[in-house]
């Protein structure tokens, strides 16, 4: 993995070596106080320093970061609270006698160590009151801890390891590899042997794959014929095709591009690999809830830095004069609307929103914009349940591979570092179970009825039915009667004309998608996009591909300001060096028109 300034690769130890000394050199707020970091900005800030910030998620927060740390001034505005998806959500009126809400999650805060970017982030993030940052409220837990609760009385599994060790070094030649995943797609005969051969040979065929190859051909191929699904067992398409997709990215495999799906596997195998050598492990989670762990520390040193924030002030449009904006239209909390202007406009919304603010005028001004109204949104939201015991399910995180709404879960106590029950709620509370929907189109076991189709309370029902159904099913009750003390569904989820709409739906990285997504800068000169459908190296609507959109927007308004500052340090996708002769063969074959040298199909 290296490190990006401009078109310079460096390592990445030299990377955050440098952005150390420009930190200091600069005089930011990590090494003085807040009225020292203004000052230096209004003596050495850029002529054109003023940038409005519209969307406070993580690609926008991520954005304000970059640009204060180079002496502009920057107004972030969001029409809801700061953080976005990410942050916490309070359950309204259940704090008492001195104790805070119950802390509802999106999700499970999940990250992984091939998350560059967001990492970077989080080590310039201090702690008030310790030497330590936000990188460390980090909790690593191993590719075996994931468990894989299977409903109908069937073994739970461990669908990347299955609970199978083997010698990193085999893996790095095609043969090596093919054994291994053949043996460990066998491990407790959850798929027949030529069914694991066939994925084996799958995997090595998009590993050895050249990015020509990714971009020309797999982009265009759905994960699902990849894997040829559609002719192999129930098992197989569970694990190996709706599996990865609807439970893993809340993308379905019948329209999930395999450039983005295999790139996913690849990282995921990389970080495996790195694991088992005594490298980091592959899954990350906070320590707490997202706000007290990540968000509060963040922007307390955003705000310190002069960077201003303007929450439940939403963007209504833009005023154009010219080629450029002039101003963005924002309403205020009391409803009427203001023109704010400012030198540069970072637009950070979703994708959603995104696309309803370019209007004519500015479709005219850039027609690749209008591109967006081709990409796809899914649902992938949450459900929490407060419990009155502490639950013991698995090492905390489980992914109910039966479930119809692909459900996840993830146990809060099983990695928090707090007394639930002293800190949250009314004192009977002792747990917190997060609880992902991933699949709201597909009929449930209770009610036979979507998701987008039951009631909150039937949502309710029937997530807690799926989950029994996998827990409690070979005569163990992990999951008890009677404990549910509250619950929050989402609060995006409204239900309104017979059916539930969501408010907060997530890009997914359907069949060719990429051609209709923007890059970071737009061929409007003051207008710059920070959100996860900007194309980026990750490639994925993420965290981590949020935080690397906020980048590229910043290096692209540093390029179009003319300013020498130093570039916001941007990661490359991890490969498998013993692979890349195989790659750059392969990049030859496919100009030459011929398939992958182990694309037997």
Request: hydrophobic share 40%.
């Amino acid at each position: 993995m290296t490190a990006h300034y401009r078109d310079s690769a460096v390592s990445r130890r030299s990377v955050l070596r440098g952005a150390a000394g420009l930190a200091g050199a600069a005089g930011l707020a990590a090494t003085a106080g807040p009225a020292a970091a203004q000052g230096a900005r209004r003596r050495n800030g850029p002529p054109r320093n003023t940038v409005a910030v519209l969307g406070a998620g993580i690609g926008g927060l991520t954005a304000a970061h970059e640009l204060a740390e180079r002496g502009f001034q920057v107004t972030v505005f969001d029409r809801k609270e700061l953080g976005g998806k990410s942050r916490t959500i309070p359950l309204p009126g259940t704090g008492g006698g001195g104790r805070a809400p119950l802390p509802g999650e999106h999700g499970a805060r999940g990250f992984t160590s091939f998350y560059h970017h967001v990492h970077d982030t989080m080590r310039r993030i201090p702690l008030p009151g310790t030497r330590n940052t936000v990188h460390d409220n980090l909790v690593p837990f191993s590719v075996n801890d994931p468990r894989y609760p299977r409903a109908g009385n069937l073994p739970d599994g461990f669908p990347l390891m299955f609970g199978f060790y083997f010698d990193p070094r085999q893996a790095l030649t095609p043969d090596g590899l093919q054994r291994i995943l053949v043996e460990v797609f066998l491990k407790n005969n959850l798929i027949p042997l030529p069914e694991a051969i066939h994925m084996a040979g799958r995997v090595v065929t998009y590993l050895t794959s050249s990015e020509e190859r990714r971009f020309g051909q797999w982009e265009h191929v759905s994960w699902w014929d990849f894997v040829d699904a559609g002719t192999r067992s129930a098992q197989f398409q569970a694990l190996a095709a709706t599996g990865l997709t609807r439970a893993l990215v809340a993308a379905k495999e019948y329209v999930a591009s395999t450039r983005t799906m295999g790139n996913m596997m690849e990282g995921f195998f990389i970080a495996l690999l790195q694991e088992l050598t005594g490298g980091p492990k592959v899954y990350e989670v906070l320590n707490g809830p997202t706000n007290e762990a990540w968000l509060d520390p963040w922007i307390t040193l955003l705000r310190d830095m002069g960077v201003e924030f303007r929450p439940g002030h939403a963007l209504d449009g833009f005023e154009v004069a010219g080629d450029q904006l002039a101003g963005a239209r924002i309403r205020m909390p009391d409803g009427t609307t203001r023109l704010h202007s400012a030198d540069w406009y970072v637009c950070a919304v979703p994708t959603d929103r995104a696309r309803r603010l370019w209007s004519p005028e500015i479709r005219g001004l850039d027609p690749d914009l209008a591109r967006m109204d081709e990409l796809t949104l899914d649902w992938m939201t949450g459900l929490q349940m407060f419990v009155s015991e502490k639950l013991e399910l698995g090492a905390g995180y489980n992914i109910y591979l039966d479930a119809p709404w692909r459900l996840t879960s993830y146990s809060q106590r099983a990695f928090w570092e707090v007394d639930y029950a002293a800190k949250y709620g009314d004192g009977t509370v002792l747990d917190g179970l997060t609880i992902d929907i991933a699949d709201w189109d597909t009929p449930g076991i209770l009610f036979g009825k979507t998701a987008k189709h039951c009631t909150r309370e039937e949502i309710y029902q029937e997530t807690w039915a799926q989950l029994t159904a996998a827990l409690n099913d070979d005569g163990r009750v992990q999951l008890k009667d009677g404990i549910v003390r509250d619950w929050l569904l989402d609060p995006g989820i409204s239900w309104q004309d017979g059916r539930n709409h969501n408010d907060e739906p997530l890009l997914v990285n359907t069949i060719g998608s990429w051609a209709a997504r923007p890059n970071a800068y737009t061929k409007i000169p003051n207008l710059f996009l920070a959100a996860d459908y900007v194309r980026t190296n990750f490639d994925l609507a993420t965290m981590e591909g949020a935080n690397e959109a906020g980048r590229a927007a910043v290096n692209a308004l540093l390029d179009a300001a003319g300013s020498t500052a130093q570039r916001a340090t941007l990661f490359t996708r991890d490969s498998i060096p013993a692979f890349e002769p195989l790659r750059q063969m392969d990049a030859a074959r496919y100009r030459a028109g011929q398939p992958n040298l182990f694309d037997l199909g």
